[in-house]
C-alpha cells in the first residue's frame, strides 16, 4: 500500500487528466482524419461534371488517360501555328483539318440517306440559294431536318465542318463543330445565308483536306480572323467575329457556298502534287464532271 500526501495527489491528478484529454483528442483526430477524406472525395464526386480533373487529383483516383492519338482533333483543338515547323502536322495527318482523322467512307448512315460527294460531282460548283425566311420556321422546319443529317454525315465520315453542296444540296447552309466530337454536341454551329463581311489583312498558312477530296491535303493561306453575318433556324441573325480555328473551318466551308474547292487555293506547287489524284477521281467520275 502507497500512501500519497495531498500535495502529490494533486499533481498525479492533473497528470493524468493531461493524459485523458490528450489520448481523447487523439482518438478524435484519428476518427475524423477518414470522415474528412470521405466527405471532401464526396462532395467532389458529386461535382464531377464540373471538375473532373480535381476530383481525380484529390481522390487520387487512377483511371486510365484517352490516347492522345485515339483522336487527332483533340491535339489540334488550334491549329498549329505556320511560323513554327516542328508543330505542323505531316502530309499524312493534313486531312485532320476538316476530318479529324483520316477520312472514312462510313457507307449507309443511320437516321439519313445523304452522303459526302466527291470531286468532280457537279453539285460541288453549282450555285448555292439563299434560303428564304419562310423554310426557316425552328426545329421542326425542312432546313432544321437536314442540318441535323448533316451532323451526322460529318461524324460519320470522322469531319469537324460540312457545307451543304457537299451533300448535294444547293443552299447557303452550313454545319460545324470545331472539336469534331459528338459528345461536345454544345459547340454545334448551323450557319443559314452566312456572309463574310470584314477579313483581316494579316493572314496564316495552314495545310487543310477535304471530305469531298480523300487522302489529299495541301497549304492553303487564310485571313487569321474574320466578321462574319448570317441567321440561325429561327431566322434571327447573327453578328460574329471568328479566329483562329474557327476561322478556317468557317472560310473552308463558306468557299463552298461559293463553289470553291480548297485545291482552288493551293499554291501551284501545291496543286502539281495532287493533280495525279485529281485526274484520277475525274476518269473515275466519268462525264458530267465539273472540273
Known sequence: LCV???????????????QAATLKTMHLRSYA?????????????????????????????????????????HSLSRPPSASSPSSRPSR???????????????????????????YPHPALRAPNEEIPMEELTGPGSEIS????????VMY???????????VGI?????????SGDSKKWMQETVMV???????????????????????????????????????????????????GWEARIFQHEYDHLDGIVYVDRLTEDGRKEVQPQLDEMIADFGEGGAI
Open 156 to 166: 460519320g465520315t470522322v469531319g469537324v465542318g460540312l457545307a451543304a453542296p457537299q
Open 33 to 73: 482524419t477518414p470522415m474528412a477524406t470521405t466527405a471532401l472525395c464526396t462532395m467532389l464526386r458529386h461535382t464531377a461534371a464540373f471538375t473532373p480533373i480535381a476530383r481525380q487529383a484529390a481522390c487520387l483516383t487512377s483511371s486510365p488517360q484517352p490516347s492522345s492519338t485515339s483522336r487527332v482533333i
Open 193 to 243: 445565308n452566312p456572309k463574310i463581311v470584314e477579313f483581316s489583312e494579316a493572314k496564316d498558312v495552314d495545310e487543310e483536306g477535304c471530305l469531298s477530296f480523300p487522302e489529299m491535303g495541301g497549304d492553303v493561306e487564310r485571313s487569321k480572323w474574320i466578321k462574319v453575318e448570317a441567321q440561325n433556324l429561327k431566322g434571327k441573325k447573327i453578328k460574329k467575329k471568328f479566329k
Open 170 to 178: 444547293n443552299k447557303r447552309l452550313m454545319v460545324y463543330n470545331e
Open 92 to 118: 499524312a495527318l493534313s486531312w485532320s483539318l476538316f476530318s479529324t482523322t483520316e477520312e472514312i467512307d462510313p457507307g449507309p448512315i443511320e437516321g439519313t440517306d445523304l452522303r459526302v460527294l466527291k
Open 145 to 152: 431536318e437536314i442540318a441535323k443529317e448533316m451532323f451526322l
Open 4 to 18: 500519497f500526501g495531498n500535495d502529490n495527489i494533486d499533481a498525479i491528478s492533473s497528470s493524468c487528466m493531461i
